[in-house]
């Protein structure tokens, strides 16, 4: 059962142009959402995160949108650059989610992105 | 930004081996540590949560007796795989967080590979 789902494997965005990255969730618990960014043969890195209090968190050329009622959340990178070629994982939390303050995160599937010169 | 340093980063032994993963957190007490387990084209799937000081909680399907998992200090997480066998082979990685809802700081995993 995928509780975080990305549904683009990959996506494929011409240098300076918007990227978008689309993830949706099931479980209306989740209330902390992150986005990873992971190149081969290293461990993801922490881009940028939502709470469930806010539909909108801006960090320079990123920026994550969050849609409660459609549960559902996406980045946008602008302008996409070369180098954020990656695979883009999202995360999800809640606070009681497993009976305790753990927090762990439920990752979707991840999409690869390539940016074309 | 936090760092997290794990060790080795690539391993490769013999059926029956036991193996040691180290995960540090570099620059920050790490109250929770969480090792993962990831499959070729697949998610990141969790296979434990360490808090310091106390046993680890493991997900439903991973081995306990598998998958020793010891968090002896605020920076240091440990997970041997015992006895490994080729299905053990995969890419491991440790995360460390600071406090509830600060973001997870990756490792850059491990790649066990078991002949």
């Known amino acids: 059962d995928q509780q975080v789902k990305q549904n683009s494997p990959s996506l494929s965005v011409q240098e300076g142009r918007i990227s978008i990255l689309n993830c949706d969730y099931t479980?209306?618990?989740?209330?902390?959402f992150l986005w990873y960014k992971k190149y081969p043969a290293e461990g993801p890195t922490f881009l940028i995160s939502?709470?469930?209090?806010?539909d909108k968190n801006e960090d320079g050329r990123f920026t994550v949108f969050l849609n409660k009622s459609a549960k559902h959340l996406s980045l946008h990178i602008v302008p996409s650059q070369p180098g954020d070629s990656a695979v883009y994982f999202c995360a999800a939390s809640g606070p009681l989610f497993y009976g305790g303050a753990t927090n762990k995160l439920i990752f979707g599937t991840g999409t690869l992105l390539a940016v074309q010169p | 930004g936090a760092v997290v340093s794990q060790h080795p980063s690539r391993v490769i032994c013999k059926s029956g081996t036991s193996v040691k993963i180290e995960c540090r957190s570099l620059?920050?007490?790490?109250?929770?540590m969480f090792w993962y387990r990831q499959f070729p084209k697949q998610s990141l799937m969790l296979m434990a949560t360490?808090?310091?000081?106390?046993?680890?909680?493991?997900e439903q399907g991973v081995e306990k007796d598998k998958f020793l998992i010891n968090h002896a200090s605020l920076t240091l997480s440990t997970l041997t795989v015992t006895s490994a066998h080729p299905e053990d082979s995969s890419f491991y990685i440790c995360?460390?967080?600071?406090?509830?809802?600060?973001?997870?700081?990756f490792g850059d995993g491990t790649r066990l590979s078991i002949l």
């Open positions: 620059d920050f007490q790490a109250t929770t």
């Open positions: 479980n209306s618990m989740f209330d902390y």
């Open positions: 939502i709470s469930s209090i806010k």
């Open positions: 995360s460390a967080r600071w406090t509830v809802n600060q973001p997870q700081h």
């Open positions: 360490s808090n310091e000081g106390s046993k680890a909680t493991y």
